[in-house]
């Protein structure tokens, strides 16, 4: 769900041929997935809004959307016991990156 959140707004939010990668690697005990887009990227005094409720940037206004999905994303993140972040530079594209846990082996694997 979160990772389909994220998918949306970043075609959303950038321009129709541009690419749009996820990506995972390991942590310490966690896993780290991204989706990085081509779009205008968040200014910074937005990004610390961005995961609020009903949030829609300041030039985002004739978007369809209710400004739900990343409050969503966060809220789901935040049950296992993780984050959610951005990192975004204007003109540049943004980068949003979640971590979840990765469960422990059991000793029969």
């Given at each position: 769900m979160v990772i389909a959140h994220l998918i949306d707004n970043a075609l959303k939010y950038s321009p129709p041929v541009s690419a749009i990668s996820v990506r995972a690697r390991t942590g310490e005990n966690k896993v780290?997935?991204?989706?990085?887009?081509?779009?205008?990227?968040i200014m910074e005094p937005?990004?610390?809004?961005?995961?609020?409720?009903?949030?829609?940037g300041s030039k985002d206004q004739n978007l369809k959307g209710t400004g739900m999905g990343l409050a969503i994303a966060r809220e789901i993140i935040r049950a296992h016991g993780e984050e959610i972040w951005v990192t975004s530079k204007a003109g540049e594209g943004s980068?949003?990156?979640?971590?979840?846990?990765i469960a422990p082996r059991s000793s029969n694997e």
């Open positions: 780290i997935i991204s989706v990085i887009d081509q779009g205008a990227g937005e990004q610390s809004r961005i995961f609020e409720k009903f949030y829609r980068e949003f990156c979640f971590s979840l846990p």
